[in-house]
């Protein structure tokens, strides 16, 4: 099987919004005249109708996946190719998701996607599809994993929802048992990874959270990125990576946590100096918990910043 290209997050955008208020109609003198006044008023242009996204037009939609980098038409949510040496499939599975998610005030929507290459790999991927007036369009995809299972898929305040199982370090792949969540953001430049959970052996959820600065700030070099962990990571150590506007990493370095006691609850102070790489503009900063027995992500939680 061709092996798959994982998708790097990348940069933010802002969503630029903007309010109006209508002014209190004016009451006017009546004409002098039993003749009706003449109006000089245009006509109002009505403002067009987009329709909205459904489940038949995503299961008819076309769609570009990654794990075999294949670009296909689904019908009625399947796509099937068996040539006789060459068996590829594409399956839309369960169902979708409705929300705005690029601040244009329509629904979008996000479906999950599984890919085949004819063995045992189920490969599984999120999917955005924008509206665009009235017409599905793919804005964004990440990849999930072999054989992982949905358990359910929300649109939240912008944000692409996932509950998912996927596999523990002593997991086959047929039967993932570890819990996590993610969520997802689309950018102008595709779907990334901005929070991620799973949860320990005890039950306990693995949580990052950023607490300072608020993303989309503008900051200056050096600046200082606070937070904490619910659960101290293996020997106290998260890694920090750091993107540019490119989608480069421009930084990857372990990060120390202050905790108490192992395993316990504790904080980070992450002092970020970009000065020497000669980095400003957009930048992401991710903080992420990695397992020692199998480099998966066991936390993250990710801001978009500014450099000035």
Same mark, same amino acid.
């Not at 085949?116 to 999120?126: D, L, P």
């Not at 901005?194 to 200056?220: D, L, Y």
């Given at each position: 099987?061709?092996?798959?290209?994982?998708?790097?997050?990348?940069?933010?955008?802002?969503?630029?919004?903007?309010?109006?208020?209508?002014?209190?109609?004016?009451?006017?003198?009546p004409?002098?005249?039993a003749?009706?006044?003449?109006?000089?008023?245009?006509?109002?242009?009505?403002?067009?109708?987009?329709?909205?996204?459904?489940?038949?037009?995503?299961?008819?939609?076309?769609?570009?996946?990654?794990? =075999?980098?294949?670009?296909v038409?689904?019908?009625?949510?399947? =796509?099937r190719?068996?040539?006789?040496?060459?068996?590829y499939?594409?399956?839309?599975?369960?169902?979708?998701?409705?929300?705005?998610?690029?601040?244009?005030?329509l629904?979008?929507?996000?479906?999950?996607?599984?890919?085949?290459?004819?063995?045992?790999?189920?490969?599984?991927?999120?999917?955005?599809?924008?509206?665009?007036?009235?017409?599905?369009?793919?804005?964004?995809?990440?990849?999930?994993?072999?054989?992982?299972?949905?358990?359910?898929?929300?649109?939240?305040?912008?944000?692409?929802?996932?509950?998912?199982?996927?596999?523990?370090?002593?997991?086959?792949?047929c039967?993932?048992? /570890?819990?996590?969540?993610?969520? =997802? /953001?689309?950018?102008?430049?595709?779907?990334?990874?901005?929070?991620?959970?799973?949860?320990?052996?005890?039950?306990?959820?693995?949580?990052?959270?950023?607490?300072?600065?608020?993303?989309?700030?503008?900051?200056?070099?050096?600046?200082?990125?606070?937070?904490?962990?619910?659960?101290?990571?293996?020997?106290?150590?998260?890694?920090?990576?750091?993107?540019?506007?490119?989608?480069?990493?421009?930084?990857?370095?372990?990060?120390?946590?202050?905790?108490?006691?192992?395993?316990?609850?504790?904080?980070?102070?992450?002092?970020?100096?970009?000065?020497?790489?000669?980095?400003?503009?957009?930048?992401?900063v991710?903080?992420?918990?990695?397992?020692?027995?199998?480099?998966?992500?066991?936390?993250?939680?990710?801001?978009?910043?500014?450099?000035?």
């Amino acid at each position: 099987m061709k092996p798959a290209e994982f998708l790097l997050p990348v940069l933010s955008i802002l969503l630029l919004t903007s309010a109006c208020s209508l002014s209190s109609p004016t009451t006017s003198q009546p004409l002098p005249t039993a003749e009706p006044p003449v109006s000089t008023t245009e006509p109002a242009t009505p403002v067009p109708t987009v329709p909205p996204l459904t489940l038949d037009m995503l299961k008819n939609a076309t769609y570009m996946l990654p794990f =075999y980098g294949r670009t296909v038409t689904l019908t009625d949510g399947v =796509y099937r190719e068996d040539s006789g040496a060459e068996i590829y499939s594409a399956n839309l599975i369960g169902a979708a998701a409705f929300g705005d998610l690029n601040g244009d005030g329509l629904e979008d929507a996000a479906v999950i996607l599984v890919e085949s290459g004819g063995g045992t790999g189920q490969f599984e991927s999120v999917v955005v599809m924008v509206n665009q007036s009235g017409v599905p369009a793919q804005a964004g995809v990440a990849q999930l994993g072999d054989r992982v299972q949905v358990n359910s898929l929300a649109i939240q305040d912008g944000r692409v929802m996932l509950d998912m199982l996927v596999q523990g370090p002593n997991d086959a792949l047929c039967c993932p048992t /570890q819990p996590v969540t993610q969520a =997802y /953001q689309l950018f102008t430049n595709g779907l990334f990874l901005m929070h991620a959970t799973s949860r320990a052996s005890n039950g306990a959820e693995r949580v990052i959270t950023i607490t300072s600065p608020a993303s989309n700030a503008e900051v200056t070099n050096p600046v200082t990125v606070t937070g904490n962990v619910s659960i101290s990571p293996f020997e106290n150590t998260l890694v920090y990576r750091v993107y540019n506007v490119a989608n480069e990493e421009v930084a990857v370095v372990p990060l120390m946590v202050d905790a108490t006691e192992m395993g316990g609850p504790g904080t980070f102070t992450l002092n970020l100096d970009l000065t020497s790489a000669g980095v400003t503009g957009p930048i992401r900063v991710e903080i992420l918990d990695i397992s020692m027995a199998d480099g998966s992500t066991l936390a993250l939680d990710a801001i978009c910043l500014v450099l000035k």
